[in-house]
């Protein structure tokens, strides 16, 4: 485990931000914290940051007991973030690696394998108020990850990404963690969780309220719901409940102690059968039905 | 602690390769050097003649009477009504009409000229005539001309100040309130200037959300003292090249003049006997003459030493202060309702700091130069009249516990503050903000 949180909780004044979260996140893997708005994400973040103190509970990085030498081994990009506008980008990457401790010629050698990576070498030199949105994000992300940390944590990274530079995007994290990198990725859209993550942490009201390996927990929302596509008139058939049909369309449930096998059986005597898939829940529906269900 | 350092260096070289940082750096220097050398300069002029016509049927003046450098007196015997619509055309600046009862109407004299006469040009011919007049009247009077020249008496004297152990040094008042004075209002601006530099840097850091990627990777207390520490050693680089810029500009000026001044007195030496003696003079009598006495007569190391002090201790307790309204608010705006709190210390020191030049060892001035808020300007005007050591050791001692009080205070709002949006802060939410866990 990379990272360990162990009954972490933090009040505010006026409400509880987290109600004894545990999490155990896994070295090199993605994982997904999702959560409505509200749900204490941020505060979660801000506590492994050291943005913030826990009220109670500890963290574990890599081992040890988190304290302040960490945050060198994390990179954290926020979901409010921004530069010195009045900075150019090469001094201002300059200025954020340093404070993540990397020593000057260090930082300039790493940076300018970005900048070529990325296609932007004659940036250096332009201020950040010249640089578009999508420039700006470009400059945001290096400083997040220049630093080569152990942990990377994005808050809603592709908020404001147009599609090509979320495409970059995707393919640079994916790159990271093939480095061995772990990702901590906090997200309410749910198509980059199925893309991107190995594991997942659903937050609400403050608690972790659903985790686990993704594919796992798919399975654990599964309604024993099959899709099928066929020739024929469908009737009624023993055991198996339409849930709903179209022309050539039907998704089926089967009921207790039906077999997959014994219910291909039962349909193939009435239609000719051409397709036959599990239905499995989109992390959609399965975000909707548990916020739902805890609120 | 040396992410302490990167922000520190951060916060200096942007500002100090900032144009305006140079621009006005080099010109305070200017200006000062301008307000010492200008009226050297008008003194060294050599001063354009007046052509004056005068009527004198009374024969109150003789021509000995009229030596002057500047004005050349002739007279006229065409009378007053004839001569005041041609002596313009006869290239004559003015037309000086004395009546012949001079001695019982005086108020009869008249000037005539083309243009408006200058106010000096005026003066001079009226003292010239009252003197004339009030020792034609003494003599009638019975006054004799000895009695008359042995009353002309001038008294300049010398103040001294006497230390407890009997040691003499001679003052001057009047150039311990200049540089009071000077010292004040340069506390006064540079407090009020860095201290709100300090707070828009906040505020810039705030609201362009660059703020939480800093503080994830320093702790919010470093990134305060960085910006605090960087913007102050901007203020005394600022202080250092003003220092060194004008003494530099001052001594190259008077070296000039010092040169000037020898050809000038070898060539106008027969016409104008005493021209080097007036421009000596006009070196005095500047503003910067006097400071320079001041200076000669009291501790400059220690009036130095002391400025530093005051300064940069004065600017961390305000500009911390600066800096906790500057994470409370989210524009410059907004931070107004807060900042007359700040700025009113400021400014009532200012105020105190007038009264303190008047009479520097009343109890007003001994409180003001003690209190945290008011001590760094008042203290700096009572200094150069000479302040007893305990007394600067407590004030400078009270000044460094101010600041940490109000460090301890500001940066306990401003963690809370800088991650705070869309909430508008209130005196009510900061104070509670004081006592949020970490």
């Not at chain 2, 500057?326 to 020191?349: D, H, L």
Request: charged residues 20%.
């Amino acid at each position: 485990m990379l990272l360990s949180i162990r009954h972490l909780e933090k009040r505010y004044a006026d409400h509880v931000a987290l109600n004894d979260v545990s999490l155990e996140i896994p070295k090199g893997k993605i994982f997904g914290l999702l959560g409505p708005n509200g749900a204490g994400k941020t505060s979660l973040i801000r506590i492994i940051t050291q943005i913030t103190g826990p009220d109670a509970g500890e963290i574990y990085f890599d081992g040890e007991r988190l304290r302040l030498a960490h945050v060198d081994q994390i990179g954290y990009l926020p979901e409010e973030r921004g530069l010195y506008k009045k900075m150019k980008v090469g001094e201002q990457l300059l200025y954020l690696a340093q404070l993540k401790g990397m020593r000057k010629e260090e930082a300039i050698s790493k940076l300018k394998e970005w900048f070529i990576r990325l296609d932007i070498k004659e940036w250096w030199n332009k201020p950040v108020d010249d640089l578009s949105k999508g420039m700006q994000q470009k400059t945001q992300f290096i400083a997040t990850v220049v630093h080569e940390p152990k942990l990377l944590i994005l808050d809603e990274p592709f908020s404001g990404f147009d599609p090509i530079n979320a495409n970059m995007l995707k393919d640079e994290i994916l790159g990271i963690k093939e480095r061995g990198t772990t990702v901590l990725f906090s997200t309410h859209r749910m198509d980059s969780v199925e893309e991107l993550c190995d594991e997942i942490a659903l937050i609400n009201h403050a608690q972790v309220v659903l985790s686990g390996n993704k594919d796992e927990v798919q399975n654990r929302y599964k309604k024993n719901q099959f899709a099928i596509r066929f020739e024929g008139e469908l009737g009624s058939i023993p055991g198996i409940e339409v849930v709903s049909t179209q022309p050539g369309h039907a998704i089926l449930r089967f009921l207790e102690g039906l077999g997959t096998n014994e219910a291909i059986a039962n349909i193939i005597q009435h239609v000719r059968l051409l397709e036959f898939k599990e239905v499995i829940p989109s992390f959609n529906d399965i975000f909707i039905q548990v916020v739902s269900e805890t609120n | 602690m040396n992410k302490i350092l990167l922000v520190i260096q951060r916060e200096y070289v942007t500002r100090v390769l900032k144009k305006s940082f140079w621009i006005s750096s080099l010109l305070a220097p200017v200006l000062i050097t301008a307000i010492y050398a200008i009226p050297i300069w008008l003194a060294m002029k050599e001063k354009e003649q007046k052509q004056i016509a005068i009527f004198d049927p009374s024969h109150l003046l003789k021509s000995t009477d009229l030596q002057d450098k500047e004005l050349v007196f002739t007279f006229t015997n065409i009378p007053e009504q004839a001569y005041k619509k041609q002596f313009a055309k006869a290239g004559y600046d003015a037309f000086v009409s004395i009546p012949v009862d001079v001695l019982a109407n005086p108020k009869g004299v008249h000037i005539y000229s083309s243009k408006n006469i200058g106010l000096t040009l005026k003066e001079s011919v009226e003292r010239l005539i009252q003197n004339k007049v009030r020792q034609e009247l003494m003599f009638k009077a019975g006054i004799s001309e000895k009695i008359y020249e042995d009353t002309q008496v001038n008294i300049d004297s010398e103040t001294i100040t006497v230390s407890e152990n009997g040691g003499e040094t001679s003052s001057s008042s009047a150039g311990a309130m200049i540089l009071a004075g000077i010292m004040g209002l340069i506390l006064y601006v540079t407090l009020l200037l860095y201290g709100s530099q300090v707070m828009n840097g906040v505020i810039e850091e705030k609201s362009s959300r660059i703020i939480e990627v800093i503080i994830s990777s320093v702790k919010p207390y470093q990134l305060m003292l960085g910006k605090i520490i960087g913007v102050g050693l901007v203020g005394l680089t600022q202080f250092v090249l003003w220092i060194v810029l004008t003494i530099g500009l001052t001594q190259v000026t008077g070296k000039l003049y010092a040169s000037k001044t020898k050809a000038f007195t070898q060539m106008t030496q027969v016409e104008h006997g005493n021209a080097t003696d007036d421009v000596a003079k006009a070196m005095q009598d500047s503003p910067m003459g006097e400071v320079t006495k001041v200076l000669e007569s009291t501790n400059i190391p220690l009036i130095l030493v002391a400025f530093l002090f005051y300064f940069f201790v004065g600017y961390l307790l305000y500009s911390s202060l600066f800096a906790a309204i500057g994470s409370a608010v989210e524009s410059a705006t907004e931070a107004q309702q807060f900042t007359f709190i700040v700025m009113i210390p400021i400014i009532v020191s200012f105020l105190m700091a007038q009264y303190t030049m008047q009479d520097p060892d009343s109890t007003i001035a001994f409180w003001a130069s003690m209190i945290p808020f008011t001590s760094p300007i008042n203290m700096m005007v009572r200094l150069p009249y000479g302040v007893p050591m305990w007394e600067l050791a407590l004030s400078m001692g009270l000044l460094v516990c101010g600041f940490l009080a109000c460090s301890w205070i500001s940066a306990r709002i401003y963690r809370v503050g800088i991650l705070m949006y869309g909430k508008k802060a209130t005196w009510r939410e900061l104070s509670k903000w004081l006592f949020y866990k970490g």
